[in-house]
């Protein structure tokens, strides 16, 4: 179960763009992560590979600071809120919310929940 502090060490390394870092660092090579209704991506690899291929696509990625983090035992909820610029177009602002199931001091399990039209460009429908 992990403690407030090691819960704020995480979120500051993403709020400071510090993505791959916070995944090596914060999370079990057998971790896993989902989007909505997907399936799971498994595996600390794949999670950093992903990871990777997602900062690849963007000219800036930005974390604003987190107001809203619950820990309660094994269970941590935090409402994330990022800004995606491309090399060329306009930003896009994503808000979401993370459930997270922590084994000792590393997320084991994490899900994501957020509305799926954020990811479209504007006027898109």
Do not use: C
């Not at 090596?24 to 600390?44: C, I, K, V, W």
């Not at 000219?59 to 935090?78: E, F, H, Q, S, Y």
């Amino acid at each position: 179960m992990p403690t407030r502090d090691r819960v704020q060490a995480f979120v500051s390394l993403v709020e400071q763009a510090r993505y791959v870092e916070a995944l090596e660092q914060f999370y079990h090579p057998h971790a896993s992560m989902r989007d909505n209704q997907q399936e799971p991506r498994l595996g600390l690899e794949r999670l950093i590979a992903d990871e990777t291929a997602t900062m690849a696509r963007f000219a800036v990625m930005k974390t604003d600071p987190v107001t809203d983090l619950l820990v309660d035992g094994d269970k941590v909820t935090i409402r994330w809120k990022f800004t995606f610029t491309p090399a060329e177009g306009p930003p896009m602002v994503m808000e979401e919310i993370a459930l997270q199931r922590w084994e000792g001091d590393r997320v084991a399990e994490e899900r994501f929940f957020y509305d799926p039209r954020q990811t479209r460009p504007p006027g898109a429908t």
